[in-house]
């Protein structure tokens, strides 16, 4: 016979009903609705308390809800409880307390007990006596007897209703108050800032509205806190986000710096004569804010309650996996740091390299961006960038004309030499031709003309600039050519028709011979 299925375990439950969780979870619920004496079942009594066993778990309760932070999620949902928290068997910590003055006094644990034949947990007896001796150090609410009775009965989440009406009511008297506050102290720091020569704080102090008023924000939230009394993981949350915006408000404040810092130093005049400036300090300004970036990550993993120290070790050992995954971004950015340190080119000059030449727009941190004649956008890894042969024509001081002219075979020797005066005449005379480098030689008897080289250079660095003076320069030529009596030669082809009939072709040069 075949053999008979194994039965299947059963899947654990998510959360078990017996777990520290679900005690826990349990207890705040009765106690919040006020069953009092249910909710003392979850603690450890003795015979001596059992007595006044609701009032003890009512003070117990508002110890927890004002000093102790609990993480029900964090909590173990096994019967069995957390057995790798270094804690002894059969306990698990809970939360710990804190002191009126913030400090922490002592960890509120869990023990699992048997009682009647049933195993459960309960908060234990000396954590029970420490809340209930805590219970005399709690200040008395400024609430009471201060409000009406019907602001003080429980609202939505077992929050009372004056707390919500509170909160509702903070959240636009804080923001008058950080707009005034703001708008004080941007007065102030312009009245001194407009005293002093300098541009850049009075730019820095405008720049800096945004972030300033958050983090006004965050600290005029702190008072109307401390009024509304929350318990402690509300507390408790509401200060993880304050911090996260208090510290969103720093790292804003230093880009805005940052940002500050880099434009200042591209107008500043030493900036404008030294051409590589205008692309090392925009370099600088995104390698600064990719710095300070990484470091408001860290700081918003250490916020939200992951060990930095470990992160920064685990790094260390998955360097060169890191390393092998980010070969070329590595590449590119140790590329870019060569082309600035180099002075290869800047922004705004146009460049040649491989069959690939255009304006420089954009040097970035992974790559440089070139747009074409055609209007594309062509961009090149700077790593591939700074092992290629780059020609820069925004480094020249002046800009070459070369040309050849090429005279028809009639051209006398008379009329030769007018035109190369006339020509060489023409450029000394030009008011933008570099007075080194002209030269109009006759260079060759070619096959239908007689060749002569223009060489000159002209003062200039702008090409639309060039292309007009060119313009000029050959239109002169051509007059020069016109008056001396002669023409530009054409390449073209005779037909010669012999006696027989049969016609071979002959070049004009070679009738021009036989003439």
Do not use: C
């Given at each position: 016979?075949?053999?008979e299925?194994?039965?299947?375990?059963?899947?654990?439950?998510?959360?078990?009903?017996?777990?520290?969780?679900?005690?826990?979870?349990?207890?705040?619920?009765?106690?919040e609705?006020?069953d009092?004496?249910?909710a003392?079942?979850?603690?450890?009594?003795?015979?001596?308390?059992?007595?006044?066993?609701?009032?003890?778990?009512?003070?117990?309760?508002?110890?927890?809800?004002?000093?102790?932070?609990?993480?029900?999620?964090?909590l173990?949902?096994?019967?069995?409880?957390?057995?790798?928290?270094?804690?002894p068997?059969?306990?698990?910590?809970?939360?710990?307390?804190?002191?009126?003055?913030?400090?922490?006094?002592?960890?509120?644990?869990l023990?699992?007990?048997?009682?009647?034949?049933?195993?459960?947990?309960?908060?234990?007896?000396?954590?029970?006596?420490?809340?209930?001796?805590?219970y005399?150090?709690?200040?008395?609410?400024?609430?009471?007897?201060?409000?009406?009775?019907?602001?003080?009965?429980?609202?939505p989440?077992?929050?009372?209703?004056?707390?919500?009406?509170?909160?509702?009511?903070?959240?636009?008297?804080?923001?008058?108050?950080?707009?005034?506050?703001?708008?004080?102290?941007?007065?102030?720091?312009?009245?001194?800032?407009?005293?002093?020569?300098?541009?850049?704080?009075?730019?820095?102090?405008?720049?800096?509205?945004?972030?300033?008023?958050?983090?006004?924000?965050?600290?005029?939230?702190?008072?109307?806190?401390?009024?509304?009394?929350?318990?402690?993981?509300?507390?408790?949350?509401?200060?993880?986000?304050?911090r996260g915006?208090?510290?969103?408000?720093?790292?804003?404040?230093?880009?805005?710096?940052?940002?500050?810092?880099?434009?200042?130093?591209?107008?500043?005049?030493?900036?404008?004569?030294?051409t590589?400036?205008?692309?090392?300090?925009?370099?600088?300004?995104?390698?600064?804010?990719?710095?300070?970036?990484?470091?408001?990550?860290?700081?918003?993993?250490?916020?939200?309650?992951?060990?930095?120290?470990?992160?920064?070790?685990?790094?260390?050992?998955?360097?060169?996996?890191?390393?092998?995954?980010?070969q070329?971004?590595?590449?590119?950015?140790?590329?870019?740091?060569?082309?600035?340190?180099?002075?290869?080119?800047?922004?705004?000059?146009?460049?040649?390299?491989?069959?690939?030449?255009?304006?420089?727009?954009?040097i970035?941190?992974?790559?440089?961006?070139?747009?074409?004649?055609?209007?594309?956008?062509?961009?090149?890894?700077?790593?591939?960038?700074?092992?290629?042969?780059i020609?820069?024509?925004?480094?020249?001081?002046?800009?070459?004309?070369?040309?050849?002219?090429r005279?028809?075979?009639?051209?006398?020797?008379?009329?030769?030499r007018?035109?190369?005066?006339?020509?060489?005449?023409?450029?000394?005379?030009?008011?933008?031709?570099?007075?080194?480098?002209?030269?109009?030689?006759?260079?060759?008897?070619?096959?239908?003309?007689?060749?002569?080289?223009?060489n000159?250079?002209?003062?200039?660095?702008?090409?639309?600039?060039?292309?007009?003076?060119?313009?000029?320069?050959?239109?002169?030529?051509?007059?020069?050519v016109?008056?001396?009596?002669?023409?530009?030669?054409?390449?073209?082809?005779?037909?010669?028709?012999?006696?027989?009939g049969?016609?071979?072709?002959?070049?004009?040069?070679?009738?021009?011979?036989?003439?």
């Amino acid at each position: 016979m075949p053999a008979e299925p194994t039965a299947q375990p059963a899947a654990l439950p998510l959360e078990a009903p017996d777990s520290p969780r679900a005690t826990m979870r349990r207890f705040i619920e009765l106690a919040e609705r006020g069953d009092y004496d249910s909710a003392a079942q979850f603690l450890a009594l003795d015979r001596r308390n059992a007595a006044r066993r609701a009032e003890i778990a009512r003070r117990v309760y508002d110890v927890i809800r004002r000093r102790v932070i609990i993480d029900l999620d964090s909590l173990s949902p096994s019967s069995d409880g957390d057995v790798t928290d270094g804690e002894p068997p059969l306990q698990d910590r809970v939360g710990v307390m804190y002191g009126a003055g913030g400090a922490m006094t002592r960890p509120i644990v869990l023990r699992r007990v048997t009682q009647n034949g049933e195993r459960r947990w309960v908060l234990e007896s000396q954590s029970v006596a420490a809340l209930d001796s805590a219970y005399s150090t709690l200040t008395k609410s400024w609430s009471e007897g201060r409000l009406p009775e019907p602001l003080l009965g429980p609202g939505p989440l077992g929050l009372p209703r004056w707390k919500w009406i509170g909160m509702i009511l903070a959240i636009p008297v804080v923001w008058l108050l950080t707009l005034v506050l703001a708008h004080a102290l941007r007065r102030a720091a312009l009245a001194v800032t407009r005293r002093t020569p300098a541009a850049w704080d009075d730019e820095l102090v405008v720049r800096l509205r945004g972030p300033v008023r958050l983090f006004l924000v965050s600290i005029l939230a702190l008072p109307v806190l401390a009024l509304l009394e929350l318990d402690a993981n509300v507390t408790a949350t509401v200060w993880r986000i304050l911090r996260g915006v208090t510290i969103v408000s720093v790292f804003w404040m230093l880009l805005r710096l940052i940002s500050v810092a880099e434009d200042h130093l591209a107008r500043m005049a030493w900036a404008s004569d030294r051409t590589n400036a205008q692309t090392i300090v925009p370099l600088i300004g995104r390698s600064l804010r990719v710095a300070l970036a990484l470091m408001a990550l860290l700081v918003a993993f250490s916020q939200l309650g992951y060990p930095v120290g470990t992160l920064l070790a685990g790094l260390g050992i998955g360097g060169i996996v890191v390393a092998l995954a980010a070969q070329k971004t590595v590449e590119n950015l140790f590329g870019s740091v060569t082309l600035a340190a180099d002075h290869v080119f800047r922004v705004g000059d146009w460049v040649r390299f491989e069959d690939v030449q255009g304006t420089v727009e954009r040097i970035g941190l992974r790559s440089t961006h070139l747009r074409t004649l055609d209007r594309t956008l062509v961009k090149v890894p700077n790593g591939r960038l700074a092992d290629l042969r780059i020609e820069s024509f925004g480094e020249r001081d002046r800009i070459r004309l070369f040309t050849t002219i090429r005279l028809v075979y009639s051209t006398t020797a008379s009329q030769l030499r007018t035109v190369l005066q006339g020509i060489e005449t023409l450029l000394r005379s030009h008011p933008r031709a570099w007075p080194d480098g002209i030269a109009v030689r006759l260079v060759g008897l070619g096959q239908y003309s007689l060749d002569v080289n223009v060489n000159a250079w002209f003062a200039t660095t702008d090409w639309n600039e060039f292309e007009l003076i060119r313009q000029d320069v050959l239109l002169a030529i051509m007059d020069i050519v016109e008056h001396a009596g002669t023409r530009m030669a054409m390449p073209m082809q005779v037909l010669r028709i012999e006696a027989n009939g049969a016609g071979t072709p002959a070049s004009v040069a070679e009738m021009h011979g036989r003439q």
